[in-house]
């Protein structure tokens, strides 16, 4: 048998394009849309000035709790007749929270979403809201928390948020809260909430074939009975690093595996370093050949897969290791970890590891970008931090021409080991000991 | 080369409305083509007819294995290589592995498409000489941490290693898991894994499918160059017959006392291959029974009786083509709920499948949510290029794939009734039962 022992060449590089954006105003509100022509399904999706972060200290979780009451029906209808007419245009309502916005989104083919976007804003902006539901769901959703809480991983997170925006009022909280402060959400909390953050425009985003969609329609049914202007963004939160690092330890017996979570406050999304930063955590810990993943789990094997980035929102960052070892190599693991950050930040990133990260996070830009999900993500993105409509061009070139000098400054820069938080989660008893020689232990309850 | 053409068809009556255009080469490996110029990338995918099923006593978790070893270099690729190239020319990849398959893909910037094959081939023809112990048992540790991670460490996270042998007898092919046993992992030498490679990644025993921003010509041209050497293997053993009564004869329960938040169940019952036109029922029953927030499971026991916690209720079709495949229905009790009570409360809801006719409401609510579904499960290349390999492997024919949305669209209300009675009564029933440690 022969196989071609010599590797191809690339063929001639398509030229990649971004899908022509459209923006209409219209009955006092903004729709921005995006034509992907041939696709069966279209995507909108109400985006709100309604984060987590407008939430009251001591009540995180109020957005969660009622993106959740959004489908115990509206002034027009009850819970099952609204599922049955939604479910019946084959959409489902996917209302999320994070940092930034309140999102409501569905899906559905083409010629059926007028029907789906006037349900959807029934339920963003005309909710019942009865006190009896919104307890209900309340209370629901406190039990679902405790069963995500009782994996390994939202105890970490909540570990590791708590320490690095310690002095950050409600970004001390993880996104959805945790149970004590969504069992203390109150039935005024919820309707206060929507009163103030829901009834306000937005924007729509629309995407797929346009030729099947008029936006008029759209616009008409997204922005009926709003009112209000948008309210201009805060400032940055900063970026605060202690001088040492120390470690967080959180108990959970028996657990087979030790879930590391390691990081430091970072700038937010608007840096200028963005692009850079970005690079630099993929060499370190993003794509699948970057140095914490081949060190740790292809020369090592102890681990399924670990990762590094920066999260970056509108008004705060911070840089993240996120790993579940195996319990016995604990202590060989988190110090592998640290010695890969500090060697990176220390001496910087090498061109052939640069190629990677450049080509794979260009190239993304169009392998990821596929679907009507996929592009309302991605213009999501340009109105949440007010980036131009050629703003994804503008990024990949900026990928491509990034220089080993840059993305090796960013991670001087913006790479902090000496200030990390470590996060372990795992059977405490076992595990301790190894722990104390990266720094002062506290156990912390959660 | 022999060639077929299917001509695409109007959207109303296909799930596939995109050309597909297959070819065979001498060695035996199928080519399936999907051209869209819409965007400007391709998907490499290989479908090799090796799974969990095919794995004799004492060699079990081999497959999925070599999901892993697939990755770590081959004749003409370093380790750690394929993975480089891959992501450093802006592409994606994964691979998985079930009971029936194992598949291999990634969607590259088009350009790339011949690297991709190159590394497709090479894995396909040269792994074995490159195969080392470092390797081995390097790979061995990520799979034990990716049990630990996936399935041990994880509340409930055993549900579907308990299910597999309560549903299917000792010697069944689908009786044991694919993550398998690290004992029969730890047992075996190098040698034993180079045989398995020999045996079943084979050009015969696979299919290539590449859909996108590409012409068939090119691809069967290209197929042709960096695959058409790889010899042919004869004799690859089929998996023992899965073939089985439908519906089980007996009820069996299990129940487990471990760390988790809150009760749960998982009902299951055997039904009907994936494929078959039971099976299509199977699936439209599903989407009835628990898809979605006007299902029944959720209108009646999350709403309705407010007995099991609304985000984790629902029902699932698990689609295995060579036995029986499984129909999974779990609730989480809310607090204060005993698990009898929330057993009652499904029983009652599985059996009014059967006893209470599903109405035109809830048909046409299933039907809208599966083709959602279907249309959103191939708007990308790659989940278009999984769906030809697997039409092409289990069926011998990638054009089927566009039949399934109207064989779903063309189930009626008394195809359900039939269904649900002959698969779904108590006395066929696997009940696994999870329950917190301090109500012990």
Same mark, same amino acid.
């Given at each position: 048998m022969t196989l071609i022992t010599v590797r191809p060449e690339p063929g001639a590089a398509r030229p990649y394009a971004f899908p022509a954006v459209r923006r209409i105003s219209a009955h006092g509100g903004t729709v921005i849309a995006a034509h992907l022509p041939g696709q069966v399904l279209a995507t909108a999706v109400l985006l709100l000035d309604a984060s987590a972060a407008r939430e009251t200290e001591g009540r995180e979780g109020t957005a969660t709790v009622l993106a959740k009451c959004l489908e115990e029906g509206t002034?027009?209808?009850?819970?099952?007749?609204?599922?049955?007419?939604?479910?019946? $245009?084959?959409a489902e309502l996917s209302p999320s929270v994070d940092w930034d916005s309140f999102r409501v989104g569905v899906a559905a083919p083409a010629p059926l979403l007028a029907g789906a976007v006037r349900l959807a804003a029934e339920a963003a902006r005309t909710p019942k809201l009865d006190p009896a539901d919104v307890i209900r769901v309340r209370d629901d959703e406190v039990a679902a928390l405790k069963m995500d809480w009782a994996q390994p991983g939202p105890r970490a997170d909540a570990a590791l948020r708590a320490d690095l925006f310690a002095a950050d009022g409600r970004y001390r909280r993880p996104l959805h809260g945790d149970p004590a402060s969504v069992a203390a959400v109150s039935v005024d909390d919820v309707l206060e909430f929507h009163r103030s953050w829901m009834l306000r425009p937005g924007v729509l985003l629309v995407t797929g074939d346009l030729?099947?969609?008029?936006?008029?329609? $759209?616009?008409?049914?997204?922005?009926a009975g709003t009112s209000g202007g948008l309210v201009a963004p805060e400032g940055p939160l900063g970026v605060p690093v202690p001088t040492r690092p120390h470690v967080l330890l959180v108990d959970r017996p028996g657990s087979v595996q030790?879930?590391?979570?390691?990081?430091?406050?970072?700038?937010?999304?608007?840096?200028p370093d963005y692009v850079p930063m970005t690079l630099?955590?993929?060499?370190?810990?993003?794509a699948f050949t970057s140095r914490l993943n081949h060190q740790i789990r292809e020369v090592k094997g102890y681990t399924y897969g670990i990762r590094g980035s920066y999260g970056m929102t509108r008004r705060a960052g911070r840089f993240e290791v996120a790993a579940s070892v195996q319990t016995a190599v604990t202590g060989p693991a988190v110090r592998d970890t640290l010695h890969e950050i500090a060697e990176t930040q220390a001496t910087g990133v090498t061109e052939a590891e640069l190629d990677v990260a450049r080509s794979w996070r260009a190239g993304q830009l169009s392998v990821e970008m596929q679907t009507p999900g996929a592009i309302a993500g991605a213009l999501a993105t340009l109105v949440v931090h007010g980036l131009p409509d050629d703003y994804y061009e503008r990024l990949r070139r900026e990928y491509l021409e990034a220089t080993v000098e840059q993305v090796s400054a960013a991670a001087a820069k913006h790479l902090a080991p000496g200030g990390l938080t470590l996060v372990v989660e795992g059977d405490a008893a076992v595990i301790r000991d190894e722990l104390a020689e990266f720094g002062e232990i506290t156990d912390v309850d959660l | 080369m022999g060639r077929v053409t299917s001509p695409s068809a109007p959207v109303a009556t296909t799930g596939y409305p995109w050309p597909i255009e297959s070819t065979r080469l001498a060695n035996g490996l199928r080519v399936v083509v999907s051209e869209d110029r819409t965007s400007p990338v391709v998907c490499v995918n290989l479908w090799y007819d090796v799974g969990s099923r095919h794995e004799p006593a004492g060699? *079990?978790?081999? /497959?999925?294995?070599? =999901?892993?070893?697939m990755f770590e270099g081959s004749q003409h690729v370093r380790k750690t290589e394929h993975m480089r190239l891959v992501q450093g020319n802006g592409g994606s990849l994964n691979a998985t592995t079930n009971p029936d398959r194992t598949n291999y893909f990634e969607t590259m910037p088009a350009e790339h498409l011949e690297l991709a094959l190159w590394l497709e081939a090479d894995r396909m023809g040269g792994l074995v000489p490159a195969l080392t112990q470092e390797t081995l048992d390097n790979q061995r540790e990520v799979v034990k941490n990716e049990r630990r991670q996936r399935y041990d460490n994880v509340p409930y996270g055993d549900a579907?290693?308990?299910?597999?042998?309560?549903?299917?007898?000792?010697?069944?092919?689908?009786?044991?898991? *694919?993550?398998?046993?690290?004992e029969d992992l730890n047992a075996a030498g190098l040698d034993t894994f180079k045989a398995f490679h020999q045996q079943y990644y084979a050009p015969n025993n696979a299919v290539l499918t590449v859909t996108g921003d590409v012409a068939a010509d090119e691809v069967f041209r290209l197929a042709e160059k960096y695959?058409? /050497?790889?010899? /042919?293997?004869?004799?690859?053993? +089929? +998996?023992?017959?899965?073939?089985?009564?439908?519906? +089980?004869?007996?009820?069996?329960? =299990? *129940?487990?006392?471990a760390a988790v938040p809150a009760p749960r169940l998982y009902l299951s019952h055997r039904t009907y291959p994936f494929g078959t036109p039971g099976y299509d029922a199977i699936t439209v029953l599903a989407t009835v029974l628990g898809n979605g927030r006007g299902s029944r499971l959720y209108q009646r026991l999350a709403d309705g009786k407010r007995i099991a916690q609304p985000d984790y209720i629902g029902s699932y079709g698990v689609d295995l083509a060579h036995a029986p495949a499984p129909?999974?229905?779990? /609730? *989480?009790?809310?607090?204060?709920?005993d698990v009898a009570t929330l057993e009652a409360g499904l029983a009652e809801v599985v059996q009014s499948l059967a006893d209470e006719p599903v109405t035109d409401d809830e048909l046409n609510r299933a039907k809208a949510l599966l083709t959602t579904a279907w249309w959103r499960g191939v708007a990308t290349v790659g989940g278009r290029a999984d769906l030809l390999g697997r039409y092409a492997t289990q069926f011998g024919d990638p054009a089927a794939a566009g039949s399934r949305l109207p064989r779903w669209l063309a189930v009626t209300a008394d195809d359900l009734v039939a269904a649900a009675r002959e698969t779904l009564s108590p006395e066929s029933r696997v009940t696994l039962t999870y329950l917190p440690e301090e109500s012990a």
């Open positions: 002034t027009a209808r009850d819970s099952a007749a609204y599922a049955l007419a939604l479910e019946g $245009l084959g030729d099947e969609v008029d936006l008029d329609v $759209l616009a008409e049914a997204a922005f030790s879930t590391l979570r390691l990081g430091h406050r970072a700038p937010e999304r608007a840096t630099a955590a993929t060499v370190l810990g993003g | 060699q *079990t978790g081999f /497959a999925h294995l070599f =999901e892993h070893l579907w290693l308990r299910l597999l042998p309560l549903l299917y007898p000792q010697g069944h092919p689908y009786h044991h898991a *694919t993550i398998g046993s690290m695959f058409g /050497a790889i010899a /042919a293997v004869t004799g690859i053993p +089929a +998996a023992p017959d899965g073939s089985l009564p439908i519906p +089980a004869t007996a009820p069996v329960r =299990e *129940t487990v006392t129909l999974i229905i779990t /609730a *989480t009790a809310k607090d204060g709920v």
